[in-house]
């Protein structure tokens, strides 16, 4: 009887519980393995400084909502932080596919180079990895494979 239960689980995701219900805080955008940020051309370290989770003055937070049919969620997101933008997005949790439309123009805060990778990303996205406490969003950027990091901020 235990390989008919175990056979009739779903190798899928619970991408409800994964993106909704919470705020989640980009902490870095990275590549490969890495938890280091992805030098970006004609950035510079106080750039990346500006973004440090812990001592920096400028941060960026993204809110999903949406409703889930069939191991696919889809709805709208808003993005908050040095980068105010809002859109519709979707994720597959059967195959970690990933797509976000930003909608109208994002307002960046001035001068704030990775506030314009950020927009750069989300249109770019592709697939999603990650649970409740951690969600990646990747995409090809040049020829790297990147994502995005981020934390649920804490209520």
Excluded at 19 to 44: D, H, N
Excluded at 56 to 82: L, V
Excluded at 126 to 135: F, H, I, P, Q
Aim: glycine share 12%; net charge negative; with cysteine.
């Amino acid at each position: 009887m235990l390989p008919l239960l175990l056979g009739g689980c779903s190798p899928s995701d619970d991408v409800q519980a994964i993106f909704t219900g919470k705020t989640w805080k980009m902490t870095y955008i990275s590549y490969g393995q890495g938890a280091s940020w992805y030098k970006f051309p004609g950035l510079t370290d106080s750039d990346y400084k500006a973004y440090d989770p812990v001592e920096g003055t400028k941060s960026f937070t993204i809110t999903f909502t949406g409703s889930e049919t069939d191991h696919t969620i889809a709805g709208s997101f808003t993005g908050a932080g040095s980068v105010s933008t809002n859109g519709s997005w979707s994720a597959n949790g059967e195959s970690s596919a990933f797509s976000a439309t930003i909608k109208g123009n994002p307002i960046i805060g001035s001068g704030d180079k990775i506030g314009a990778k950020i927009i750069e990303v989300l249109k770019a996205a592709d697939k999603y990895s990650g649970d409740e406490d951690g969600l990646f969003i990747h995409c090809t950027y040049e020829k790297d494979r990147i994502f995005m990091a981020f934390k649920p901020v804490k209520q």
